[in-house]
């Protein structure tokens, strides 16, 4: 009987050891998976179809989420950002720079998807896998350029007002925006589709 509670003992500890060192989803977690896909890629000379990056997205998750990027965590609730962490933002910044990061987040999961789709072609064409990849890439950094300038912005001594405003006028990331528009209708298609 002693033996059975302490291997469940130990268990218990062990699987509470592996749940702590599982990191947080994150831009960084997600590039660097796709990085070290990539050289694996070059190092072998094959892919493993099974070992593709999953593309996820990183805010438009169920329940509540903390996604931390480059020292600024964006708090969500049910695929909505609903802030960001010790900072007291209007609604009205909220929704500026949460779209702005909806957006990129919608970018990002598709350049993941369309190269592993590639990827997964009979007619697979590198050149097409190496363009997804750099967009997905960029989208990324072009999340952290976003955030780093919002909390240098929010850092500013400025009043509130100020602070909206100067959301509101931030620099757009650079963004395909023929490529999110089919992305857009393609989601539109597949609701019309499941709502028959």
Aim: aromatic letters at 8%; charged letters at 30%; a positive charge.
């Amino acid at each position: 009987m002693n033996n059975a509670l302490k291997v469940m003992v130990l268990s218990l500890l062990m699987i509470n050891a592996k749940a702590q060192s599982v990191k947080p989803l994150s831009a960084e977690v997600l590039s660097v998976t796709r990085a070290n896909f990539n050289k694996n890629l070059i190092k072998f000379e094959s892919v493993d179809i099974d070992s593709l990056p999953a593309p996820v997205y990183l805010f438009s998750r169920d329940g509540k989420q903390e996604i931390n990027i480059d020292g600024v965590t964006v708090l969500t609730d049910q695929r909505e950002i609903i802030g960001i962490k010790d900072m007291d933002l209007s609604d009205e910044s909220i929704k500026n720079i949460g779209d702005r990061l909806i957006i990129l987040d919608k970018l990002q999961k598709a350049y993941s998807e369309a190269s592993n789709d590639e990827y997964r072609s009979s007619k697979r064409n590198k050149n097409k896998i190496v363009f997804y990849d750099r967009r997905f890439f960029a989208v990324l950094r072009s999340m952290r350029t976003t955030l780093k300038d919002f909390k240098t912005m929010y850092a500013a001594h400025q009043n509130d007002k100020t602070k909206a405003i100067s959301v509101a006028a931030m620099r757009s990331p650079n963004i395909d925006w023929e490529f999110y528009c089919r992305l857009i209708q393609v989601e539109h298609q597949k609701i019309q589709v499941l709502a028959k």
